[in-house]
């Protein structure tokens, strides 16, 4: 497992000492924050997606699925 150092403050440590031992407080803070960056990422494809509006399509496009569908 990787090792990683921290430098915070003692005013920093002693306000994180009360959630637990560092180590433990530390590695949860790092697992929120790489939690909220993945959550970011797909939502952030999911507006992507839904800009392009493809849910709407025209009876061309339609007919052409159904044939393409009926071929296979």
């Known amino acids: 497992m990787p090792t990683i150092s921290v430098r915070i403050s003692d ?39 839904q800009s392009k509006d493809r849910a709407k399509t025209t009876t061309l496009e339609e007919l052409k699925l159904i044939r393409e569908d009926r071929n296979r």
């Open 11 to 49: 005013k920093g440590k002693k306000a994180l000492d009360e959630y637990g031992p560092l180590s433990d407080t530390v590695r949860e803070g790092v697992r929120l924050y790489l939690q909220a960056k993945k959550a970011e990422e797909a939502l952030a494809k999911l507006r992507a997606l």
